[in-house]
Structures are given as structure tokens and as C-alpha cells.
């Protein structure tokens, strides 16, 4: 039976945090950009206020008004970029999501790139930055907390990949059993897989307003990145445990050698403290890193996210199950 062809559905997820100066632009950018696709596809536009104290409200509430396509979501209060987004992805109802900040950093236009590659049958597409015009600052502190990260990390991580990106419908699906408090989805969405794919893009500077990632904004959000995937932290201290004993250990037998067998040889008294001093200093740092393989344990079980995630099942000759409905 010949279906019809529906019009698949692509909605935007926009995180406003003081950005009333950005609000009119970016609305109008997405507008355009998407305007020659609307026939093919039925764009809606969601905006989550993130306990905003300017007057974006009141620009959204407006828009919304103008716009049928939009819908604004007011947070209680501030909770962050992450949870703002969060907050959208739940809320939303579409077969694909573009996800984006809402300072034009991410230039609209990319969003096609994005639509386009998931035409082609991908399920999440991250748009990964070829330039970036911040700060000297914030270059250097992204560049290493990348490395780092990467280094740290259990799963691949894209460098140089913000949250902007296109999920399909599956990929949301999926983030919404992640419940994590910590949260950094930039590395969710990895740790998830599906099929994904890159596209590069020059990233802007902020339009107007400023930056709501202040230093400490930032490296708590770093460190939700490590500890969210990686025991490696933990791992370290069990390692340093070793390499003392170790050390000290071999300390003990060439004291205890040259006592034995060289007691010509002075070796002063408090050569027998120090060493036996570091000797029990290593054995409880390895009985740190015991309790610490235990906490590590009990943290990725009160993350509680799912075992797995299946992207489809093949019955029969070869057909995925949902085609065959
Ligand atoms: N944002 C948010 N809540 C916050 C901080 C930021 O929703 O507490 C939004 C902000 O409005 C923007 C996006 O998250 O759309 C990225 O923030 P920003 O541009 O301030 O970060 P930067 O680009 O400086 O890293
Ligand atoms: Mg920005």
C-alpha cells in the first residue's frame, strides 16, 4: 500500500540566558535560512527561557505571538545551559532536533548542513568548529580541556564540537533516559553512538550581550565532563599507591641489604623511618584507590543510565523491524 509522503518535521531548540538583544536577529536568521525548505519540511522553533533577568520573556512572549511555530518554555530560575537544553529535548515533538546557541555564534545557515546530512542517513550530525573568534582565553582553556578530556575520557569525545548539532528523533529518545543530574551532553550524545558525522563551520562572534559561562561556570562544566566519563581520576590514586610502595620498598631491601651484609657501610637511623614513613603512606594510598574502585563502581550505578540502546532489530529477510510495521 503506497503511503503518503509526510512532511518530516524539524524542530530548533534555543537556550536563552539574557540574550534580548539576540532574540529579534536570531528569530529572523532561522526564518530566512529555513524559509526556502518550509515546504518540505515543518519547522517549529522552541525557546527555553533559562530564568533570564532581562527582558527575553518578554521578547519570546512576543514572538510567540507573531509566530505560531514557536513555543517558549519559562524555567523556574536559572539552571543552567544544560538543563536548559534538557528541558527542550523532553518537551519537544519531531523527527529531527538542531540544537543551538541563541548568541548567533552558530551561524543559523550551518542548520542545513546539519538537515542535510541526516537526509542522508545520519542520526546525529555535530557541527564542529574549523575557526573560532573568542577570546585568547577561552581558545586556550577550550584547546586544553579537549586534550584533557579526550585523554580522560572513556568514549570519543569530537574535539572542537559544542552542542550544537542535529539529533534525530531516536537519538532524543535515547537522551531521555539519561537522567544524570551532572550533566554534559556533548558527551551523552557520543556515549549513546547511533551513526554520526561532522560538519565544519567557522563559529562566529557573540552578536550582542554577554557570555553566561563566567570562569567558574566553566570549569565546573569541565569537570562535569571528566567525572561524567571517566574513573581515571580514581584509577590515578591506586597507581601513585604502587609506584610509592614500590619505590619505597626497594629502599627497604638496600637498607636492610646494607645492614646485613655491609655494616661498614653507615647508613644512618633515620633512613629505616622514612622509608618504613613512605612504605605505609603507599599501602594507604593503595587502600584509597581500593575504596576509591568501589565509589567508582557506586557512581556509574547511581548514574542509572540505560544498559544499552538498540538501534533496530532485523527479523526475517533482513528488514529492520520498524519498516515493517
Ligand atoms: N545559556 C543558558 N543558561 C545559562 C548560560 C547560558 O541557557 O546559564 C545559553 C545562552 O543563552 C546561549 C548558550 O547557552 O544561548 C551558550 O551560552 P554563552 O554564549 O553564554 O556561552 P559561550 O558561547 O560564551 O561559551
Ligand atoms: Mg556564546
Request: aromatic share 12%.
Amino acid at each position: 500500500m503506497p503511503t503518503e509522503p509526510i512532511t518530516r518535521r524539524v524542530a530548533f531548540i534555543f537556550p536563552i540566558y539574557n540574550e534580548e538583544e539576540n532574540i529579534d536577529l536570531l528569530h529572523r536568521t532561522v526564518d530566512e535560512v529555513t524559509a526556502p525548505l518550509a515546504g518540505k519540511y515543518d519547522f517549529s522553533f522552541l525557546y527555553v527561557d533559562d530564568g533570564s533577568r532581562d527582558g527575553s520573556l518578554a521578547k519570546l512572549t512576543e514572538l510567540s505571538a507573531r509566530d505560531e511555530r514557536v513555543t517558549v518554555v519559562e524555567l523556574s530560575r536559572n539552571f543552567g545551559h544544560q538543563m536548559a537544553v534538557t528541558a527542550g529535548l523532553d518537551l519537544v515533538d519531531a523527527d529531527a532536533v538542531v540544537i543551538m546557541d541563541s548568541d548567533m555564534q552558530d551561524p543559523p545557515r550551518v542548520a542545513l548542513e546539519l538537515i542535510e546530512k541526516w537526509e542522508e542517513g545520519f542520526d546525529v550530525v555535530y557541527a564542529q568548529r574549523r575557526s573560532r573568534q573568542d577570546s585568547a582565553f577561552k581558545k586556550i582553556t577550550a584547546g586544553g580541556f579537549y586534550w584533557f578530556l579526550r585523554k580522560m575520557a572513556a568514549v570519543d569525545i569530537p574535539k572542537n564540537t559544542g552542542d550544537f548539532r542535529l539529533v534525530d528523533r531516536k537519538v532524543v529518545d535515547e537522551l531521555r533516559k539519561y537522567r544524570e543530574r551532572d550533566r554534559f551532553l556533548r558527551g551523552l550524545v557520543s556515549y549513546i553512538g547511533f551513526k554520526q558525522t561532522a560538519v565544519l563551520f567557522d563559529r562566529d562572534k557573540r552578536h550582542a550581550g554577554v557570555t553566561g559561562y563566567p570562569l567558574r561556570k566553566m570549569l565546573r562544566f569541565a569537570a562535569d565532563g571528566i567525572l561524567g566519563f571517566s574513573v581515571t581520576p580514581l584509577k590515578m590514586i591506586t597507581r601513585m599507591g604502587y609506584l610509592i610502595s614500590f619505590l619505597s620498598f626497594v629502599g627497604i631491601v638496600y637498607v636492610g641489604g646494607v645492614k646485613l651484609f655491609a655494616p661498614e657501610t653507615a647508613v644512618p637511623g633515620w633512613a629505616f623511618l622514612g622509608i618504613a614513613m613512605f612504605f605505609l603512606g603507599g599501602i594507604q594510598i593503595i587502600m584509597l584507590g581500593v575504596l576509591g574502585s568501589y565509589i567508582g563502581r557506586t557512581y556509574s550505578q547511581v548514574q542509572n543510565r540505560p544498559l544499552y540502546g538498540v538501534a533496530s532489530v532485523r527479523t526475517g529477510p533482513g528488514t529492520p523491524a520498524e519498516a515493517r510495521e
